[in-house]
């Protein structure tokens, strides 16, 4: 992050980079004006400086974040006193700092990159506005771990004690995560109210939320011989992660730019992204890396239904007495059960599985980016999985 709380620099990229933007059509814009010229060079062979995008985002960061976190902590409906008031938005401020900072800002800056990779010539107005609106995905994000980090019993997240376990806050960890949750609705009609897909991007966050609910719900239930299959993995990660991971941000992006007519087609794509990412995600817990991750939950203690748990009942169909001992053991919070359930798994040689399947599926996602329909969002696509590709958190 930029030290600068307070200084909003330029947007670098308005204007030279701004003039090879990969597009076909003008963005829609919250003033409602827009540049009606086309550009006749092909998209991929003058791509946007994402070098330039990604600078413009960071030195915008802090100062965007901080007004986002004074908003949060300053929006009462209510008549409530000067001193109430106070301990509030004090209380609020914590949260804040606590739970949306420290994280890579991944997902906001994939919608940030696939904005600017589909417009052009976007005023200073604008890219504040969108900046607000993709910040606003980073909320979301945290409103779902904590309430994800109450529900799982966490112990540390992002390298420090989950929220529900600092002093003073407990259960009510879940009030705060659900007037976060509210503010992202608000953040983002203060930031574009006259912005003609206003309505569809707030319904894209609705849909997210409840569908990363249902995801939650399917992640929540211990795993057993009927349902830990890649069939309902597939689901889990559909509706958990792929959603709001993947799908929300570029929505978000190509609502902003007015470009509608692939939204299905970024759904496709999403869900195979959130797919290799879960997968991943599977790998680093079940290699225990709590360092990289910052996470101590342990998937195998919690009997969740995994790339690997679905992989190790897979292959001992063939092996009943020894299916049997991992039932008994996986789920189990006895270190000596959980120490057996993975000996198991690594008898298995799953770690050889899983490099077969990590080299499937980036053959699979390079094919997907090369044939989808928006040219002007390959290059960003592309970042994507390079980013995900050997990633160690």
């Given at each position: 992050m930029a030290p600068d709380l307070t200084t909003t620099s330029s947007p670098r990229f308005l204007g030279t980079a701004a003039a090879v933007a990969e597009s076909n059509r003008p963005c829609a814009t919250e003033s409602g004006n827009e540049d009606a010229s086309i550009m006749s060079s092909s998209p991929e062979?003058?791509?946007?400086?994402a070098v330039a995008v990604m600078d413009y985002?960071?030195?915008?960061l802090d100062s965007?974040?901080?007004?986002?976190r004074d908003d949060f902590a300053a929006s009462f409906y209510q008549n409530l006193g000067p001193n109430e008031?106070?301990?509030?938005?004090k209380r609020f401020r914590n949260f804040f700092n606590h739970s949306v900072y420290g994280g890579k800002m991944t997902r906001s800056r994939l919608s940030f990159g696939v904005y600017n990779s589909l417009c052009r010539n976007i005023s200073p107005a604008d890219a504040q506005s969108a900046l607000t609106v993709v910040l606003s995905i980073e909320l979301l994000q945290a409103t779902f771990l904590v309430i994800d980090d109450v529900m799982d019993g966490g112990e540390t997240r992002r390298g420090k004690p989950c929220w529900h376990r600092m002093p003073e806050v407990g259960l009510t960890a879940l009030n705060h995560?659900?007037?976060?949750q509210n503010f992202v609705n608000i953040s983002i009609m203060n930031a574009i109210p006259n912005h003609k897909n206003v309505g569809p991007i707030l319904k894209t966050v609705w849909e997210t939320i409840q569908i990363s609910s249902d995801g939650q719900e399917l992640d929540g239930l211990s795993a057993s011989s009927e349902n830990c299959t890649f069939d309902r993995y597939r689901q889990i990660v559909a509706n958990k992660t792929s959603r709001y991971?993947?799908?929300?941000?570029?929505?978000v992006a190509l609502l902003l730019a007015d470009e509608t007519a692939h939204l299905n087609e970024v759904l496709k794509i999403s869900e195979a992204f959130g797919y290799f990412f879960q997968a991943q995600d599977d790998l680093l817990d079940f290699l225990d890396n709590d360092t990289a991750s910052g996470k101590t939950c342990c998937d195998i203690r919690e009997g969740k239904c995994t790339w690997f748990a679905c992989k190790t009942i897979e292959k001992l169909a063939n092996s009943p007495d020894k299916l049997d001992t991992f039932w008994k053991c996986y789920g189990s919070s006895d270190p000596s059960n959980v120490t057996r359930a993975r000996e198991i798994m690594l008898e298995c040689d799953l770690l050889a599985d899983f490099r077969l399947f990590e080299r499937d599926a980036i053959a699979k996602l390079n094919t997907q980016i090369a044939e989808f329909p928006l040219p002007a969002v390959r290059?960003?696509?592309r970042i994507i999985l390079q980013g995900l590709i050997g990633r160690k958190k």
């Amino acid at each position: 992050m930029a030290p600068d709380l307070t200084t909003t620099s330029s947007p670098r990229f308005l204007g030279t980079a701004a003039a090879v933007a990969e597009s076909n059509r003008p963005c829609a814009t919250e003033s409602g004006n827009e540049d009606a010229s086309i550009m006749s060079s092909s998209p991929e062979q003058n791509p946007v400086d994402a070098v330039a995008v990604m600078d413009y985002f960071d030195s915008n960061l802090d100062s965007v974040t901080g007004r986002l976190r004074d908003d949060f902590a300053a929006s009462f409906y209510q008549n409530l006193g000067p001193n109430e008031r106070e301990i509030l938005s004090k209380r609020f401020r914590n949260f804040f700092n606590h739970s949306v900072y420290g994280g890579k800002m991944t997902r906001s800056r994939l919608s940030f990159g696939v904005y600017n990779s589909l417009c052009r010539n976007i005023s200073p107005a604008d890219a504040q506005s969108a900046l607000t609106v993709v910040l606003s995905i980073e909320l979301l994000q945290a409103t779902f771990l904590v309430i994800d980090d109450v529900m799982d019993g966490g112990e540390t997240r992002r390298g420090k004690p989950c929220w529900h376990r600092m002093p003073e806050v407990g259960l009510t960890a879940l009030n705060h995560a659900l007037r976060l949750q509210n503010f992202v609705n608000i953040s983002i009609m203060n930031a574009i109210p006259n912005h003609k897909n206003v309505g569809p991007i707030l319904k894209t966050v609705w849909e997210t939320i409840q569908i990363s609910s249902d995801g939650q719900e399917l992640d929540g239930l211990s795993a057993s011989s009927e349902n830990c299959t890649f069939d309902r993995y597939r689901q889990i990660v559909a509706n958990k992660t792929s959603r709001y991971t993947f799908y929300y941000p570029m929505a978000v992006a190509l609502l902003l730019a007015d470009e509608t007519a692939h939204l299905n087609e970024v759904l496709k794509i999403s869900e195979a992204f959130g797919y290799f990412f879960q997968a991943q995600d599977d790998l680093l817990d079940f290699l225990d890396n709590d360092t990289a991750s910052g996470k101590t939950c342990c998937d195998i203690r919690e009997g969740k239904c995994t790339w690997f748990a679905c992989k190790t009942i897979e292959k001992l169909a063939n092996s009943p007495d020894k299916l049997d001992t991992f039932w008994k053991c996986y789920g189990s919070s006895d270190p000596s059960n959980v120490t057996r359930a993975r000996e198991i798994m690594l008898e298995c040689d799953l770690l050889a599985d899983f490099r077969l399947f990590e080299r499937d599926a980036i053959a699979k996602l390079n094919t997907q980016i090369a044939e989808f329909p928006l040219p002007a969002v390959r290059p960003a696509l592309r970042i994507i999985l390079q980013g995900l590709i050997g990633r160690k958190k």
